[in-house]
């Protein structure tokens, strides 16, 4: 039997950190969608914000940042656990091996992004992401007491009088494994939209999931659009130019090759993301144009080139050469600040079950997260979730109860089209500034899709719970901004959708 004390769904940063703070005692699985280093953790760019040997900086100061960014909407308990317990976990995947680059004095070089007032956030060239998610990586996979499956789709989670039990799609065969304690470390949204910075794994797995156990769901419809994405107008996924770009001095630029950011905030490119991605939307109507660019060519070559070593090579294959001249951009869809309600030590609203990572609503982020925060709530929450479980554990029956899952056997596969659909739904009516007629229309061919996938038989597979998952997620979102562009009272009852 596949009986463990812990199943974590997720191998992103926040899944491996969260598995390498359990006790070595318990016996755990995690979850890897697709390959391990599939993942939004890896992508990250820019770095890890925090206070850690910084005599100039101080928590407090990260916190304010935090909250200006976030509109003042932070959940302030969540936000001083980030900021105080940084330098906790900064330590720690630095004793772990993480490389961040130094300065030639040995102490570790901080670099300067949006909506931040002090030079705080440790990277590692322009691939802080990768590095984090590759050493937590070595170190958890040296752990005995912990499995790693790979290409394992989590198909469906039930509570038990035990704990849980997941119905996995592991290579193509339906798994059962069960757990006392489960952790959703499934990452974000951003396959919901046209166009975005995420991976192909973030489909709102975790999200959708929990929702139909019953969890609440907490504003999934706060979503960041990252100002700066590579606008080559051909693929999805959309790649990212960090935000660390504009720290170094980068300027934004208009279809006439202006800087314009004077017009609509002071703080100019280094004004937080909603604000930038605002600003872009609002200058395209003023110029009749969605041209835009990024540009840092009055910079040092050499210093460009050894910053933002993977930007520059990923450019330069584009076409472009961020060294000489100025490079398309255009906001896409990036992070989601809502999500999972969780409490100070990832707990959800379901007796056993935690979330972590993008997936989960902490509330540090507010209603826009501040750039480089995200790996360090990750790795914070999911330590205080590891924490919590190990204290917990003794409380766990002995024994395990499965689920009888319905494995949909013989169905056939759901309609073509009904993702194209959604990621159209979602592009038109709800990017960077809601568009009011899209969205009354989109939410009603939403509960549509949503309804159809819920209530109708269909093989079990990934494209099934990929296309579930990313209808609930729409179903969710587009409802929110619906009740807050119409009010409460104008919304059409759906009760009906519900779980």
């Not at 935090?66 to 001083?80: K, L």
């Not at 004004?271 to 910079?299: M, N, Q, W």
């Not at 379901?350 to 972590?356: E, K, N, S």
Request: proline share 3%; hydrophobic share 35%; glycine share 8%.
């Amino acid at each position: 039997m596949n009986n463990y004390d812990v199943i974590i769904a997720g191998c992103g940063a926040a899944g491996l950190y969260g598995a390498y703070n359990l006790s070595r005692e318990l016996n755990v699985l995690v979850l890897s969608k697709r390959e391990t280093t599939l993942c939004n953790s890896s992508l990250a760019q820019g770095g890890i914000a925090g206070v850690y040997k910084s005599p100039e900086d101080s928590p407090e100061k990260h916190k304010q940042d935090t909250f200006v960014a976030g509109g003042f909407e932070n959940d302030p308990v969540s936000t001083d656990v980030l900021v105080n317990e940084a330098k906790i976990d900064i330590e720690k995947i630095i004793e772990l091996g993480c490389d961040f680059d130094k300065l030639p004095n040995g102490d570790y070089h901080r670099t300067l992004e949006g909506g931040h007032g002090m030079h705080r956030i440790f990277h590692h060239k322009d691939a802080t992401g990768f590095e984090i998610e590759t050493t937590l990586l070595r170190n958890v996979e040296q752990l005995e007491n912990v499995t790693i499956w790979e290409n394992t789709v989590m198909c469906e989670c039930r509570k038990t009088r035990t704990g849980f039990s997941m119905l996995l799609l592991r290579d193509g065969e339906y798994v059962t494994a069960n757990a006392h304690f489960v952790i959703f470390a499934t990452g974000g949204i951003g396959r919901v939209y046209e166009f975005t910075t995420n991976s192909a794994i973030a489909t709102g797995d975790g999200i959708a999931e929990a929702y139909r156990m019953g969890a609440e769901i907490k504003n999934l419809s706060y979503i960041q659009f990252h100002p700066t994405a590579f606008n080559n107008r051909k693929t999805r996924e959309c790649f990212l130019i960090s935000e660390a770009v504009r720290g170094e001095g980068a300027y934004l630029k208009n279809c006439n090759l202006e800087r314009f950011m004077d017009n609509y905030d002071k703080r100019l490119e280094l004004a937080p993301r909603d604000v930038v991605s605002h600003s872009i939307i609002f200058e395209a109507k003023k110029t009749g144009s969605d041209e835009f660019y990024l540009d840092i060519s009055h910079k040092d070559p050499e210093f460009i080139k050894n910053r933002f070593p993977m930007i520059y090579k990923n450019l330069l294959e584009a076409g472009y050469d961020m060294t000489k001249e100025p490079v398309p951009i255009f906001p896409c869809q990036h992070y989601l600040m809502g999500g999972i309600k969780v409490d100070t030590y990832s707990r959800t609203t379901i007796d056993g079950l935690y979330a972590c990572g993008e997936c989960s609503c902490t509330g540090v982020h507010g209603n826009n997260r501040l750039a480089s925060n995200s790996l360090l709530e990750a790795l914070v929450f999911s330590r205080r979730a590891a924490g919590d479980i190990n204290q917990r554990m003794c409380e766990a029956p002995k024994d395990h109860a499965g689920y009888n899952f319905d494995t949909h056997e013989g169905a056939e596969h759901i309609p073509a089209g009904l993702r194209t659909d959604i990621r159209s739904i979602m592009q038109s009516a709800y990017f960077v500034l809601p568009d009011i007629q899209a969205l009354a229309e989109g939410y009603e061919r939403i509960v549509e899709i949503k309804r159809l996938l819920d209530h109708g038989r269909y093989k079990l597979d990934r494209d099934y719970v990929e296309a579930r998952s990313l209808a609930t997620v729409a179903f969710i979102v587009l409802g929110e901004a619906y009740q807050i562009a119409f009010g409460s009272a104008e919304l059409p009852d759906h009760s009906a959708e519900q779980q």
